[in-house]
C-alpha cells in the first residue's frame, strides 16, 4: 500500500506542510515518488510516523525524535522521564485552573457578574495559554499580562495589515516590509527578547483556531507579515550577493523563515543551561544550522561567508529575530568546534 501526501495528512491528520517539513529535515522521507514525482509513503513510513507522532505528545523534539528513531536501541526510561514531566506539568497546569475558578466564583459572590461571553471567551484564553507554558513563563511573558487585543500599537498593526491584504499590496512592497519590521520588532518585546517564548506563542497560535479568532490575528496576515518580513532582509542581503546567488536565496529563504525561531530557541535552552558549545547535543544544533543555511543559500562557501560578512556588517538583520550578541557569540563557537573536528 503506498499513499500520496495529500492522502497520509488526511489520515494522520497532520498537514501536508508539516510532512513537507518532516521530508526535508529528513525525519519521515517517503520511500518512494511517483514517475510525476509525488511523494509516496509505505507501511514502514507510515509505521514511522505513528512513532513520530507518539513521541511528539511526550514533549520530544523533533531534533531528539530523529535520534531517537535511528538508535537501534533507543532509552526508554528517558523516553518514561520526559512522559512523567508531562504529565506532572499538566496536574500543575488543572491545579492553576481550580484556583482560577476559585478565585472568579469568590468575585462573582462579592460583585456583580460580567458578561457570560466575554468572561467565557477570556476564560477560554487564559487556559489555552496554560496548555503551552508554564507558570513562570507566564510571569515573564508581557504578552500574557496585557492581551495582545488591548494593545492600541497591536490593534493599529493589525488593522494596517488586513488593510494592505485586502488592496493585494505584494510583501515586496516596502509598506509591507516597514510594518513586518514594527510587527516582528513587537513581538520581540511582547516576548521578553526570550526566543522559547516566541517559539511556544507561535505554536499557540498556529494549533489554536479559538487563539487565532480571539487574538484577532487571521493565518493569512501572519503568512503576510512572515513573507513581508523575509522580503525585508532579503532587499539586505541584495547588497552582498551576486544576481545568481539572490535569485537562489529569494526563492529558498522565505521557506527557510519560520524553521529558525525553534532552532534558536533549542540554542537559547541550551547556552541558559550552560551547556558547553562543543557538548554533542550543541553540535548537532550547531549542524542543524548549518544545513538550513545551505538550503536556503546553496552550497558554495563562497556565498556562506558573503552571508556571514553581512549579518556582521548589517545590524538590521538581527532585529526581530531573537538572535542576541550572546546567543550569536555561543552559536560561532559551536561552528567552529563543529568544522574543526
Known amino acids: 500500500m503506498l499513499l500520496r501526501i495529500g492522502e497520509l495528512a488526511k489520515r494522520s491528520g497532520l498537514t501536508i506542510r508539516t510532512l513537507h517539513h518532516y521530508d526535508d529535515i529528513g525525519l519521515l522521507v517517503p520511500s518512494t515518488r511517483s514517475e510525476a514525482g509525488y511523494r509516496l509513503y509505505s507501511r514502514r513510513d507510515i509505521a514511522r ?40 506539568e499538566r496536574i500543575a497546569q488543572q491545579t492553576r485552573l481550580l484556583d482560577r475558578l476559585q478565585r472568579l466564583h469568590r468575585q462573582f459572590v462579592d460583585t456583580e457578574e460580567p458578561d457570560l461571553t466575554e468572561w467565557l471567551n477570556t476564560l477560554e484564553l487564559m487556559t489555552m495559554y496554560d496548555r503551552y507554558f508554564s507558570r513562570d513563563e507566564l510571569d515573564r511573558l508581557p504578552l500574557y499580562q496585557v492581551e495582545a487585543t488591548q494593545q492600541p500599537a497591536w490593534r493599529e498593526m493589525i488593522e494596517a495589515a488586513e488593510a494592505l491584504l485586502a488592496r493585494n499590496v505584494s510583501p515586496q512592497d516596502p509598506k509591507a516590509q516597514t510594518l513586518a519590521a514594527r510587527w516582528m520588532a513587537q513581538l520581540e518585546r511582547d516576548t ?121 556588517q548589517e545590524p538590521a538583520l538581527r532585529e526581530g529575530t531573537w538572535l542576541d550578541e550572546r546567543l550569536e557569540a555561543y552559536l560561532g563557537q559551536a561552528i567552529a568546534h563543529l568544522t574543526a573536528a
Open 49 to 88: 510516523l505513528h512513532r513520530i507522532q507518539a513521541l511528539r505528545s511526550l514533549g520530544v523534539s523533533l531534533a531528539d525524535i530523529g535520534d531517537l528513531l535511528d538508535r537501534p536501541e533507543p532509552p526508554l526510561a528517558n523516553i518514561v522521564e520526559r512522559q512523567i514531566g508531562m504529565l506532572e
Open 192 to 312: 521578553a527578547a526570550d526566543p522559547t517564548l516566541f517559539d511556544k506563542l507561535n505554536a499557540m497560535h498556529a494549533n489554536e483556531p479559538a487563539a487565532q479568532q480571539q487574538l484577532g490575528v487571521s493565518p493569512q496576515v501572519t503568512e503576510y507579515m512572515t513573507r513581508a518580513f523575509a522580503e525585508s532582509k532579503l532587499a539586505i542581503y541584495r547588497r552582498h550577493l551576486s544576481d545568481a546567488e539572490f535569485a537562489h536565496m529569494r526563492e529558498h529563504y522565505p521557506r527557510c523563515l519560520p524553521e529558525w525561531p525553534p532552532l534558536i530557541a533549542e540554542l537559547r535552552q541550551r547556552l541558559d543551561q550552560g551547556i558547553a558549545p562543543e557538548a554533542p547535543e550543541v553540535q548537532r544544533l550547531a549542524r542543524r544550522w548549518l544545513e538550513l543555511l545551505r538550503r536556503f543559500a546553496g552550497d558554495d562557501p563562497a556565498t556562506h561567508s558573503k552571508i556571514r560578512q553581512a549579518n556582521a
